[in-house]
């Protein structure tokens, strides 16, 4: 692993490139590399607000193969609000690297294909996208493609449909899973990785015939833009 002075970087395994030369119709779910993801953000709108953290680890089969996690100095100040939300503070992110280094850094991290999860990740590749173009770093967006996407939240709701409320840590309590940091990106990733790999066991306990990411995503449905 690569350590950084902001965060830490481990380059893929070499099996991520197995998203890329594969059909998800072809990719078995075992074997399928899923790169789960998390922003932390100074506010909502992706064209004003800017983003203060991200943490994106890629899993195989449940297991951990490449992190890579910084902080970021925003384009603004964090909002009091998001500050105490968060515990991400203007002094910590004041000489965290900018943008535009974390996204190309991230975008080589993923890979050209990758498969992204997140709870809500609608609203993360959005956020994403819109600061790749911002960013003039266009040649990454195919990186970030909903339709090969996975929201835990959706996926939830499909396969846990009589839960009160899906926000995430709702729906992790409801699979036995604690997350003791939410908010910060890193807590929050492996939150949905816990989420995305229970409900994958559970769906194919139910339904044996379920076995490749294509399955998956016809289970899930193809996502639409926040």
């Known amino acids: 692993m690569q350590q950084s002075l902001f965060g830490s970087f481990a380059a893929p395994s070499a099996a991520s490139a197995e998203n890329a030369s594969s059909s998800l119709?072809?990719?078995?779910?075992?074997?399928?590399?899923?790169?789960?993801?998390?922003?932390e953000t100074t506010g909502l709108n992706a064209k004003k607000s800017g983003i203060t953290e991200v943490t994106a680890i890629q899993f195989r089969n449940g297991v951990e193969i490449g992190k890579y996690s910084t902080l970021i100095k925003p384009t603004e100040p964090i909002p009091e609000e998001?500050?105490?939300?968060?515990?991400?503070?203007?002094?910590?992110?004041?000489?965290?690297?900018?943008?535009?280094?974390?996204?190309?850094e991230l975008s080589g991290f993923i890979g050209e294909a990758p498969i992204i999860v997140g709870h809500n990740v609608s609203f993360d590749i959005g956020f994403l996208r819109e600061k790749v173009s911002?960013?003039?770093?266009?040649?990454?967006?195919?990186?970030?493609?909903?339709?090969?996407?996975?929201?835990?939240?959706?996926?939830?709701?499909?396969?846990?449909?009589?839960?009160?409320?899906?926000e995430g840590i709702m729906v992790a309590t409801a699979i036995g899973y604690h997350n003791d940091n939410p908010h910060r990106a890193e807590a929050d990733v492996r939150m949905s990785a816990a989420i995305l790999f229970e409900l994958i066991k559970r769906l194919q306990t139910?339904?044996?015939?379920?076995?490749?990411?294509?399955?998956?995503?016809?289970?899930?449905?193809?996502?639409?833009e926040r």
């Open 206 to 224: 139910d339904n044996p015939s379920m076995k490749t990411a294509q399955d998956l995503l016809d289970y899930q449905g193809v996502l639409s």
């Open 82 to 104: 998001v500050e105490l939300l968060t515990g991400i503070t203007n002094d910590m992110v004041k000489n965290a690297p900018a943008l535009v280094m974390v996204l190309s």
């Open 134 to 166: 911002q960013n003039g770093l266009d040649v990454f967006l195919p990186r970030y493609d909903l339709g090969r996407a996975f929201c835990t939240k959706v996926l939830a709701q499909r396969a846990l449909p009589s839960l009160p409320s899906y």
């Open 25 to 39: 119709d072809g990719l078995l779910l075992g074997d399928t590399v899923f790169t789960v993801l998390d922003l």
